[in-house]
């Protein structure tokens, strides 16, 4: 199972990017699929939403109102629209794939991808 993050970058604050992630090795259409981010090798990694195979979304409260999650089941890809990003938003971004109906926290992930930088300058 391989799951690669795209769409990372430097951007300034009050911009939108888009990260995407291409999953293969298993058929993830009843996977939930989502993102989380870590801001420091220090840190935990942080939930930051998913969606799960029915289309239902959850988000992290940092990021509610500002993000989207979406899916393309027939291309195994998830998305993640962020909007207004703000220079707390800076981190590196995980995708996440989890067989669990619900995925809030790291010990619901079963896989995960290899991250992608995202720099927000002020």
């Known amino acids: 199972v391989q799951l690669i993050e795209s769409g990372g970058g430097v951007v300034q604050a009050g911009d939108s990017l888009r990260l995407s992630c291409e999953a293969s090795?298993?058929?993830?259409?009843?996977?939930?699929l989502g993102w989380f981010r870590q801001f420091s090798p220090d840190k935990e990694r942080e939930f930051v939403g998913?969606?799960?195979?029915?289309?239902?979304?959850y988000y992290a409260d940092s990021v509610k109102g500002r993000s989207t999650i979406s899916r393309d089941n027939a291309k195994n890809m998830v998305h993640l629209q962020m909007n207004n990003l703000k220079p707390e938003d800076t981190a590196v971004y995980y995708c996440?794939?989890?067989?669990?109906?619900?995925?809030?926290?790291?010990?619901?992930?079963?896989?995960w991808g290899k991250g992608t930088l995202v720099t927000v300058s002020s």
């Open positions: 090795g298993d058929t993830f259409s009843s996977f939930a």
């Open positions: 996440s794939a989890s067989t669990r109906l619900v995925v809030t926290g790291r010990k619901d992930v079963d896989y």
């Open positions: 998913n969606i799960n195979w029915s289309g239902s979304t």
